[in-house]
């Protein structure tokens, strides 16, 4: 894993992170990288190719490795920001088919835009498409696009979108026939932010910056989170979220775009292991809830225990009173229900 370390742009670093489970990471005691702070790692052939955007926001730089650690400049300035809607240039993205590199990129002028642009290869020349951008918001913004995904004849991203302004974010899932017309693919929400460290229920709150990684049969989603995206004040961190299915299984469902509710009774949260929540500890993760009337399979959720009681999220809504769970097997619960509180949430890959 590549990512940026530190939320000041002029204290830009991007690091280098390794896991054996996707779970656990270790970085490394050094950056890959200092001066910048947007990245992403494309690796073609023995290659890495990091394109990394400059302090001032005007133009990406391309790196190279041959290990993912150790990076060297290539080529500066592989791509310059415009006059208009791109002024300032920030994430991006980037693939290769059938020879020709493609790469996704935000702009920005008062708001976020995504725009395309292709090369015959990593150094350049990048040419930008004449009618970008690609995906924008009126009155809002589209940004963060993820590494595009190909399944069949539609390409799929994710990215994070603003109603107005560039905040609050929340995730959304886009569809293509061409990489040029783009479609929200749900039209509403497919990952909400979900407990306070991602302000939900804020004005300001974040989920951001997706990455989609499929690893034997799963689907593994990494995401900056902060319950304040204005800066300097947040405090941004790095989450994971799991689907126990392929991507392209994913793109079939409607992911956290459905809601759903369940009743609730007064009992003990048991965390993954099966034991008893510690006291100020926090458990996280996806479960099988079943509501008596059929199982919904993937619901987020984070809990948190203080005092004699828990506080529970599910999707943008909380409880703060006691919910039961009871372990069936690896990461999945069962949500036991009785006729009482009536708790609304969202589920991921649902």
């Not at 493609?102 to 990048?126: C, E, N, Q, R």
């Not at 799963?218 to 991507?247: E, F, N």
Request: with cysteine; charged share 20%.
């Amino acid at each position: 894993m590549w990512y940026d370390a530190g939320w000041s742009k002029s204290a830009g670093e991007i690091w280098y992170a390794e896991s054996p489970d996707g779970v656990i990471w270790t970085r490394d005691s050094s950056p890959a990288v200092s001066g910048h702070y947007r990245t992403h790692v494309h690796k073609e052939g023995s290659t890495y190719y990091m394109f990394t955007a400059n302090i001032a926001q005007k133009k990406y730089d391309l790196y190279t490795s041959s290990d993912g650690r150790v990076f060297s400049l290539n080529t500066p300035g592989v791509l310059t920001s415009g006059a208009t809607w791109d002024e300032y240039i920030e994430n991006m993205s980037v693939f290769v088919e059938r020879g020709t590199w493609y790469m996704l990129y935000d702009g920005k002028s008062d708001v976020f835009a995504i725009g395309l642009a292709t090369a015959p290869a990593a150094a350049g020349p990048w040419t930008k498409w004449s009618g970008n951008p690609v995906m924008k918001l009126e009155g809002g913004s589209v940004t963060g696009p993820s590494e595009v995904k190909k399944l069949g004849n539609f390409y799929y991203v994710w990215l994070q979108r603003a109603a107005t302004g560039a905040l609050p974010t929340d995730i959304y899932r886009y569809r293509s026939s061409d990489l040029k017309h783009w479609t929200a693919s749900p039209a509403t929400i497919t990952f909400p932010r979900c407990g306070a460290d991602e302000g939900a229920g804020t004005s300001i709150g974040q989920v951001a910056d997706p990455t989609i990684v499929e690893e034997g049969g799963r689907t593994y989603l990494y995401y900056s989170a902060s319950a304040d995206g204005r800066q300097p004040s947040g405090v941004l961190h790095i989450k994971l979220a799991i689907a126990d299915m392929t991507i392209g299984q994913v793109v079939k469902t409607d992911e956290g775009a459905k809601q759903s509710s369940v009743h609730t009774e007064r009992s003990v949260l048991y965390d993954p292991d099966g034991k008893v929540l510690a006291l100020g500890h926090e458990v996280m993760g996806e479960i099988a809830l079943s509501d008596g009337l059929g199982t919904v399979n993937l619901l987020r959720y984070a809990a948190f225990r203080k005092k004699d009681s828990y506080v529970c999220t599910f999707g943008n809504n909380t409880a703060t009173r006691p919910v039961a769970y009871t372990r069936v097997s690896g990461s999945r619960f069962t949500l036991k229900g009785t006729e009482g509180d009536v708790i609304s949430f969202h589920c991921w890959g649902e």
